[in-house]
C-alpha cells in the first residue's frame, strides 16, 4: 500500500494515494521550532515527527512511501524502506488546505483562530530563510569570490595610491622616480630614508643590488631639482609609503590564502590553469556550481563581455578568450593559433569543473596530459610546411 | 506641503510640496521607519512614504498613467523577485494588515535585507528564498492569491508567472509582469521581446488589459497589466 508524506508548516502529514487524510503529526506550536525541523529537513535531517509517522504507518501495513524531500527519500532508501520523490497533488484534503491554509489550520486545532496561524506562518518563514542565508553564506565557495574581489580591489588602491606618493615625494626628489620603477623598492627607499640627504651609497646597497643604479641615485641625490621639504612634510609621505608597503604584503598573503583555498576547492580545475586563474574563474562565473553548468564556449570568453556582447550586437569578430588569456599557454602562443589553444583549454576546463564540482576523483594530472598533447598536434599544425606555405598563399 | 489621495487608486497618495512639486506615496505601515532611505512626512498623525519612481516599477507605472491598478487594502499578492523590498514594501503598505505579501527571492543577499530590514517589522510580509521557477517549493506556506507581481529578470519570465498563476492565482485575479527587454535576449530588438512576452501570456490564459513602457524611468523596460483566466 502507498502513503504520501507531506511536510507542511504545521507538522507532518500522511494521505491515501486518492487524497484522503491518513494520519497527522503536529509541531508544537512554535515558529523558530517548526523552521529549525523544514531546515533540518532540507539539510537530510527529517524530523523526529516524520520518523515516528513512518514508524506508526508501515506498522499499520503501509510498505511504500512518496515522499516531498529528495534527501528524505534517498535516507529512507539506505534505511531499507521503499520510497521516491514526487510533487504534491493537490487534490481531497490537501486541495482544501491549499486554498485555505489558515480555516484547516483552526479545524485541526493547530491554532485558535486563522489570524493566529499567519503569525505562526510569518515568524516561521522569517526564521526558516535566516536558516537558509546561513547555509549560503558558509559556502566555502563565497570566501573565494569574496577574497578574489578583494584581490583585485587592492591591486588597484595600492596602484593608485603608488602613483600618488611618486607624484608627491617628486616634489622633493624626482628623480628617483624615474630611476626606480619596481614599486616595492621605490617604497622601501622613501620610507626607510626619507630626505635626499640621507641617501648613500652603503644605505642604497641595502634595497638595490645593481651598483651602477646606487651610483646613479647616490648622485641624483646630491643635484637634485627637487624641493627642500621640511621634516614634518616627508614624514607624511613617508608613512603612507608604509601603508602601501603593508597593503601589498597583504595583498601577496591574501593572493597565497585565496590559491589554497582554490586547490582544496577545485583541485582539477586548478591543475589546469593554476589556482589564480581557478578562483578568477570561480569568482566570474559566481559559484563553483554556476561554473561547472556552463558550456566549454562559456568559460572560454569568461571575462571578456564586453567584446562578446559588442560581437552579438555588431556582428563583429568575437573575442578568442577572456580570462583564459591570463595563462601563458594562451598568451604566449603565436596568435594565429590562440583561438584554438583557448578552445581546447576550454573544453578541458568544463570537464574539470565539474569533477570539481559534483565530488569526483582527481585527474588533473591526466587532463593536463591530455591537453598538452592536442597542443602538441595544433603547434605541429601550425608549424608544418604545408601550413606556412598556405599562409604564405593567402 | 499637504497630502491627496490619488484619485483612482485606493492605498495610494500625492505628496505636494510648497514649490508644487507632486511625489507618489503610500502610507506607512510601521510609522518611524524607512526601508531604502526614502522620506517620510506626516499629516494629520498619519506617517506617508515617498515612492520613487526611478526605484520603482510599480511607481513608474502608476507615473505612467496607468488607466487601471488592480491592486488594493486586502488583496493577498505573490511578489516574484521581491529583491531588497523596495517596491514589495509599498505593496505592503497599500495592502494594509489585512493583505498580505508573499516575497520570493532567489539571492540569499538580497533576501538578507529582505529579512532584516523589512519583513522583521511588517506582519504582512512572508520572505521565501526560493527559485520561482519552482512554485511547488512554496506551495505550502502561500495560499491562493488574488494578485501576483512578477519583476524577476530572466528569460522566461512570462512562463513562470503562468506557472505561478496556475497554482496560486484564483480565476479573474490580477497580475503585473515588468519585462526587462535585456534579460530575455540583448540583441534582439526590445518591441519583438516584449511581444513574444505578450504572447507566452495570452497562451496561457490571460487576457491583456495594459502594456506601458516604463521610460523615462527605466529603460527598455515594460510593465503588462493582465487578468487571469477570465
Redesign the interface.
Known amino acids: 500500500m502507498d502513503a504520501r508524506l507531506l511536510h507542511l508548516p504545521m507538522g507532518v502529514f500522511a494521505f491515501k494515494p486518492d487524497g484522503t487524510l491518513l494520519a497527522k503529526s503536529l509541531y508544537p506550536m512554535d515558529p523558530e521550532g517548526a523552521a529549525a525541523r523544514i531546515g533540518g529537513l532540507e539539510s537530510g535531517y527529517p524530523p523526529e515527527e516524520t520518523m515516528a509517522l513512518i514508524r506508526e504507518l508501515r506498522g499499520k501495513g503501509y510498505k511504500n512511501f512518496i515522499v516531498d524531500s529528495e534527501a528524505l527519500a534517498r535516507s529512507l532508501k539506505k534505511a531499507g524502506i521503499k520510497a521516491t520523490y514526487a510533487k504534491a497533488e493537490a487534490q481531497g484534503w490537501l486541495q482544501s488546505f491549499f486554498e485555505n491554509p489558515g480555516r484547516m489550520a483552526v479545524e485541526l486545532g493547530f491554532v485558535e483562530k486563522e489570524g493566529d496561524y499567519h503569525a505562526f506562518v510569518h515568524r516561521l518563514s522569517i526564521a526558516l530563510t535566516r536558516f537558509r542565508i546561513k547555509k549560503a553564506s558558509e559556502r566555502k565557495d563565497s570566501l573565494l569570490v569574496q577574497g578574489v574581489a578583494a584581490l583585485e580591489e587592492i591591486d588597484r588602491v595600492a596602484n593608485l595610491l603608488l602613483s600618488r606618493i611618486r607624484e608627491w615625494y617628486g616634489l622633493h626628489f624626482p628623480e628617483v622616480g624615474k630611476l626606480i620603477e619596481n614599486p616595492e623598492t621605490y617604497l622601501k627607499i622613501v620610507a626607510n630614508l626619507g630626505h635626499r640627504k640621507e641617501f648613500s651609497p652603503e644605505k642604497l646597497r641595502g634595497f638595490i643590488s645593481s651598483e651602477a643604479r646606487v651610483e646613479e641615485l647616490n648622485k641624483a641625490s646630491k643635484e637634485s631639482i627637487g624641493a627642500d621639504l621640511a621634516e614634518e612634510d616627508l614624514v607624511q609621505i613617508r608613512k603612507m609609503a608604509e601603508v602601501v608597503l603593508g597593503l601589498m604584503g597583504f595583498r601577496d598573503s591574501l593572493e597565497s590564502y585565496i590559491s589554497h583555498m582554490a586547490e582544496e576547492l577545485a583541485p582539477n580545475t586548478s591543475a589546469l590553469v593554476g589556482p589564480i586563474i581557478c578562483a578568477k574563474l570561480i569568482a566570474k562565473a559566481g559559484s563553483l556550481e554556476k561554473l561547472s553548468r556552463m558550456p566549454s564556449s562559456t568559460i572560454q570568453v569568461l571575462g571578456a563581455e564586453k567584446a562578446l556582447f559588442r560581437s552579438l550586437r555588431t556582428g563583429a569578430r568575437p573575442p578568442k578568450h577572456g580570462i583564459i588569456f591570463q595563462h601563458p599557454l594562451v598568451h604566449q602562443s603565436p596568435k594565429a593559433i590562440r583561438g584554438k589553444i583557448a578552445r581546447n583549454l576550454a573544453g578541458k576546463l568544463a570537464i574539470a569543473s565539474r569533477i570539481d564540482a559534483y565530488g569526483g576523483v582527481y585527474m588533473g594530472e591526466k587532463l593536463r596530459e591530455d591537453l598538452e598533447k592536442r597542443l602538441e598536434d595544433i603547434k605541429k599544425g601550425y608549424g608544418s610546411a604545408k601550413a606556412r606555405e598556405r599562409r604564405r598563399g593567402a | 506641503m499637504k497630502v491627496e489621495a490619488h484619485e483612482r487608486f485606493e492605498g495610494i497618495y500625492w505628496v505636494i510640496f510648497e514649490n508644487g512639486t507632486r511625489f507618489l506615496a503610500t502610507e506607512n505601515l510601521t510609522p518611524g521607519r524607512n526601508v531604502y532611505g526614502e522620506k517620510l512626512v506626516v499629516q494629520d498623525s498619519k506617517e506617508y512614504r515617498l515612492w520613487d519612481p526611478y526605484r520603482s516599477k510599480l511607481g513608474a507605472l502608476i507615473m505612467k498613467g496607468v488607466r487601471r491598478l488592480p491592486l488594493k487594502t486586502g488583496d493577498r499578492v505573490l511578489y516574484l523577485g521581491a529583491a531588497s523590498g523596495t517596491t514589495a514594501s509599498h505593496v505592503s503598505d497599500i495592502v494594509g494588515p489585512e493583505g498580505?505579501v508573499y516575497c520570493v527571492e532567489f539571492s540569499?543577499r538580497s533576501?538578507?535585507d529582505l529579512?532584516n530590514n523589512v519583513?522583521?517589522y511588517r506582519?504582512n510580509?512572508?520572505?521565501?528564498?526560493e527559485d520561482a521557477r519552482f512554485p511547488?517549493k512554496y506551495?505550502?506556506?502561500v495560499?491562493?492569491v488574488g494578485v501576483i507581481y512578477c519583476d524577476i529578470a530572466q528569460p522566461e519570465q512570462a512562463r513562470v508567472l503562468a506557472d505561478n498563476a496556475d497554482m496560486f492565482l484564483r480565476k479573474g485575479g490580477a497580475s503585473f509582469l515588468a519585462i526587462k527587454a535585456r534579460s530575455i535576449d540583448?540583441?534582439k530588438k526590445p518591441t519583438m521581446i516584449f511581444e513574444d512576452e505578450v504572447e507566452v501570456l495570452r497562451e496561457r490564459g490571460f487576457k491583456i488589459q495594459e502594456c506601458l513602457y516604463l521610460e523615462p524611468y527605466d529603460r527598455d523596460h515594460m510593465m503588462v497589466v493582465a487578468r487571469f483566466g477570465a
Not at chain 2, 125 to 129: A, E, Q, S, V
Open positions: 498580505r540569499p533576501m538578507r529579512v519583513c522583521e506582519a510580509m512572508i520572505p521565501i528564498l511547488e506551495r505550502s506556506i495560499g491562493i540583448v540583441t
